[in-house]
Nanobody, 127 residues
Framework: QVQLVESGGGLVQAGGSLRLSCAASGRTFSSHLMGWFRQALGKEREFVAGISGIGDNTKYADSVKGRFTISRDNAKNTAFLQMNSLKPEDTAVYYC????????????????????WGQGTQVTVSS
């Protein structure tokens, strides 16, 4: 069982930066893919970024490539999302998630593959 708690959201002006953190409980953190998803008001939850268990593979949505960076520190059971050059369209509730299965090496963007979710943190980008 993995429990996830996000932090680091807030209000920022366009062009600014934020760093989200996702603290995980449990002893299997390094065996799970970690992903960040976001859900804007009235829209479906969408994949933002994902990282493999040992951090050697990452994947990003086209809309954030070159601006967002996902990373993880397995010694601290924490995943991060560094968000730079933020735009108003990045405004959403951001969720971190851990894969249902352990030992996956290919990052998946499929929401159903992630079985553990945090409560979400609001990111608001003003123009």
């Amino acid at each position: 069982q993995v429990q996830l708690v996000e932090s680091g959201g807030g209000l920022v002006q366009a062009g600014g930066s934020l760093r989200l953190s996702c603290a995980a409980s449990g002893r299997t953190f390094s065996s799970h893919l970690m992903g960040w998803f976001r859900q804007a008001l009235g829209k479906e939850r969408e994949f933002v970024a994902g990282i493999s268990g040992i951090g050697d593979n990452t994947k990003y949505a086209d809309s954030v490539k070159g601006r967002f960076t996902i990373s993880r520190d397995n010694a601290k059971n924490t995943a991060f999302l560094q968000m730079n050059s933020l735009k108003p369209e990045d405004t959403a509730v951001y969720y971190c998630a851990a894969s249902r299965s352990m030992g996956l090496t290919v990052v998946t963007t499929a929401r159903w593959e992630y079985g553990y979710w945090g409560q979400g943190t609001q990111v608001t980008v003003s123009s």
